[in-house]
């Protein structure tokens, strides 16, 4: 059973601060962008798509920033399911000698072992290609799940009930994840490159030897569990963020991002 959560104690010793940053950073550039459009410090200006959609980048980036080496780190430990001879040669399975142990021992070793071999850039391996998921990715996370919210809400409530939140959440969960899953399983690919040998030079090359190789259904390869597992994640997500404003402030209705 450890086997389905191989490489998650790096991302899980760490998602609480992700999260926090990628939120903190979306709510807060959206309001500031909202309050100097308007040029009053109102205490809940009005939003706008563009608003909307430049604070989603900007939390696309900032995400990249923090959470590269972390998926990093998790790519590479999960994986790790086979020793370089098996792995490379197809050998039959056999003992594993002292000399083709897998790579890393752990999540410390592994940032280690990348630090040592290939420096501290090393661990931004794939950022391009994540870069390139997030930006949009989160554009479709934050963006439908305000207008969702917002559809949901009767016009006589103040605000979304926890319900809304939860659906809103879930269902912009599911197309965010669901429309990244192309360069998602590019930034897998560039992630996991390099243990042993290189065998991608770039974004676009990962992009080409993919296609030639097993076609274009490759890039939605998962895409099905992406869309059901973003769903629940978000929902929990989107409500545990709203709930724990809600308390913090002291009101008495979930207020939006």
């Not at 142990?101 to 290609?129: D, F, K, M």
């Not at 994540?130 to 103040?158: H, K, N, Q």
């Not at 059901?228 to 989107?238: D, E, N, T």
């Amino acid at each position: 059973m450890f086997g389905f959560f191989k490489g998650m104690s790096f991302p899980l010793a760490s998602i609480a601060v992700y999260n926090s940053v990628v939120f903190g950073v979306f709510s807060n550039t959206q309001r500031f962008l909202s309050q100097h459009r308007c040029g009053e410090p109102e205490a809940s200006p009005p939003r706008t798509l563009s608003d909307l959609l430049l604070a989603s980048m900007v939390a696309g980036v900032v995400s990249v920033g923090l959470g590269g080496p972390v998926d990093l780190i998790k790519i590479r430990l999960q994986m790790q399911t086979q020793p370089f001879r098996d792995a490379n040669l197809g050998l039959k399975s056999r003992a594993v000698a002292p000399a083709e142990q897998p790579a890393y021992q752990g999540p410390v070793h592994c940032i280690t072992t990348i630090v040592r071999n290939e420096g501290l850039a090393g661990l931004y391996r794939g950022a391009s290609a994540m870069l390139l998921r997030d930006v949009p990715g989160y554009c479709l996370y934050f963006i439908p799940y305000v207008f969702l919210s917002e559809w949901i809400t009767p016009e006589a409530c103040t605000g979304p009930s926890p319900c809304a939140v939860w659906l809103a959440g879930g269902m912009a969960g599911a197309i965010s994840w669901g429309t990244a899953t192309p360069m998602d399983v590019v930034k897998s690919r560039l992630q996991a490159d390099g243990v042993y040998l290189n065998k991608y030079k770039g974004v676009l090359d990962c992009i080409s030897q993919s296609y030639q190789k097993e076609g274009l259904k490759v890039f939605f390869r998962g895409i099905t569990v992406n869309a059901v597992r973003g769903f629940p994640m978000s929902a929990a997500m989107f409500l545990g963020y709203e709930l724990s404003l809600q308390a913090i402030r002291g009101d008495h209705a979930v207020t939006s991002p």
